[in-house]
């Protein structure tokens, strides 16, 4: 009996726990609201009671990736996720009369947004914006957008590719005055930054450095304006422009300096060194597709480009120099030649004269006297003969003195060529060493 009554009363217990139990839905929140009759008005109206209380919106960006920079279009292209909240005065439910909901989402068209611009942006964005905001009991609206943003930077490609680049996104109203909308931020730039850091996926061919957030007031149209500036630093990764630029020239000027010892005679050396600046030529031609030709200085990688190629552009022509003094010392050679092989032309033709005689088949008897004036004249003709083979010997021997010595100007040209390749290595020596400690110093700075 007794236990029947303690399982009546349990019973009973529970249906009664089981009637206390309410089940809740959105659509009770919404009719709280009232939001199909007032759905216009939240959406049209800044929403506050008091139209001198401002809107104070709070702005947060996170960078995601850096998907490209063109130096030629001086433009930014990043991919960043941007956090507004505000408060909106005519909402607000209690949690503990709807079950605990503290939170809904509903479609962004129903209600009022701050209308936030970037100054920089150029292109809108393609991506679509979140359909839904989040709206919390106590008014507070939340909105989540990625975006893809096309804007303006201004790059400094002084030191390039050793070049650090710093890009702003500058977030104001578009119509709304510093007394009608404020801008806040609650991370610092050292949170954003490392957020930043933690999601970041891609940086392309930049490494990101930080992030840095500023408030700022500016004035335009006849009205001050709330500002927030984020400025994303980042600087270049330069191997690939080291390996595929800065050493493919230097290896040239080392194929130039190595030319000086290829030697003077024959055009060998000068189609040589014309193929190496030929070479040169190209590679700036490939600079100037990458470098904007809007920049205010002389980008250090073209004075580099510039200074090699003066520099060979110098060693071609001593080439073409120390050519033209050594065509001289064989053109001299050439005519001494000439007057050589008149001479023993001559000496020849003699020697043909002497030789001819009469040239009858039978001869007539020869007398004694005849005999011995025709012995006298064997005698003088072997003489002769001996003489010209002399001659010739003596020819042959100063010609290969000649050949084994150089002339005049080969050895003045010899003199030039090794001055100037003193001169050239210590050119190019200190041309190098100047640009690497400009490059060094800048990078510091």
């Given at each position: 009996m007794l236990a029947s009554g303690y399982f009546f009363v349990m019973l009973l217990l529970t249906g009664?726990?089981?009637?206390?139990?309410?089940?809740?839905?959105?659509?009770?929140?919404?009719?709280?609201?009232?939001?199909t009759a007032r759905s216009a008005l939240y959406s049209m109206t800044r929403p506050?009671?008091?139209?001198?209380?401002?809107?104070?919106?709070?702005?947060?960006?996170?960078?995601?990736?850096?998907?490209?920079?063109?130096?030629?279009?001086?433009?930014?292209?990043?991919y960043v996720w941007i956090f507004t909240s505000w408060q909106n005065d005519h909402i607000s439910w209690d949690p503990e009369q709807f079950c605990g909901i503290k939170s809904i989402c509903l479609p962004t068209e129903l209600f009022w947004k701050p209308d936030l611009t970037i100054e920089e942006m150029i292109e809108k964005d393609k991506a679509p914006p979140s359909p839904h905001l989040t709206i919390l009991s106590d008014g507070r609206v939340h909105v989540q957008n990625d975006e893809v943003l096309v804007s303006t930077c201004k790059l400094h490609i002084y030191q390039f590719?050793?070049?650090?680049?710093?890009?702003?996104?500058?977030?104001?109203?578009?119509?709304?005055?510093?007394?009608?909308?404020?801008?806040?931020?609650?991370?610092?730039?050292?949170?954003?930054?490392?957020?930043?850091?933690e999601v970041m996926r891609t940086q392309n061919e930049w490494i990101f450095i930080g992030m840095t957030v500023v408030n700022k007031t500016g004035s335009g149209f006849g009205f001050e304006q709330d500002m927030i500036v984020y400025t994303i630093n980042m600087k270049r990764r330069p191997v690939l422009y080291i390996i595929n630029f800065l050493f493919p020239v230097l290896f040239f000027l080392g194929l130039d300096l190595a030319s000086f010892f290829i030697s003077d005679r024959g055009g060998e050396k000068l189609s040589f060194k014309v193929t190496v600046l030929l070479a040169v030529t190209v590679m700036q031609l490939i600079l100037n597709e990458i470098l904007p030709c809007s920049s205010n200085k002389i980008p250090l990688i073209a004075v580099y480009c510039f200074g090699i190629f003066a520099l060979m552009l110098l060693s071609l022509l001593e080439t073409i120099f120390a050519m033209y003094l050594m065509e001289k010392d064989n053109g001299g050679?050439?005519?001494?030649?000439?007057?050589?092989?008149?001479?023993?032309?001559?000496?020849?033709?003699?020697?043909?004269?002497?030789?001819?005689?009469?040239?009858?088949?039978?001869?007539?008897?020869?007398?004694k006297d005849a005999q011995m004036m025709e012995s006298r004249s064997l005698k003088r003709l072997s003489d002769e003969t001996k003489d010209l083979m002399e001659a010739l010997t003596r020819l042959l021997d100063s010609k290969k003195e000649k050949e084994d010595k150089p002339g005049y100007w080969t050895r003045l040209t010899l003199k030039i060529n090794r001055i100037f390749f003193i001169i050239y290595v210590a050119a190019v020596s200190l041309f190098l060493a100047v640009m690497c400690f400009i490059w060094q110093r800048n990078h510091q700075e």
């Open positions: 009664v726990a089981a009637s206390s139990e309410r089940v809740c839905s959105y659509q009770e929140v919404l009719d709280h609201l009232n939001l506050v009671k008091d139209y001198k209380k401002p809107t104070v919106v709070s702005l947060e960006v996170v960078l995601y990736a850096i998907l490209d920079v063109s130096e030629i279009d001086q433009t930014f292209v990043p590719p050793f070049d650090r680049q710093s890009c702003n996104l500058t977030f104001k109203s578009v119509v709304h005055s510093l007394q009608e909308l404020q801008l806040l931020h609650l991370l610092s730039s050292a949170e954003a930054t490392q957020w930043s850091r050679e050439e005519a001494t030649a000439g007057e050589d092989r008149s001479g023993t032309e001559n000496k020849n033709r003699n020697c043909a004269c002497i030789c001819k005689g009469p040239t009858d088949e039978n001869p007539p008897e020869i007398p």
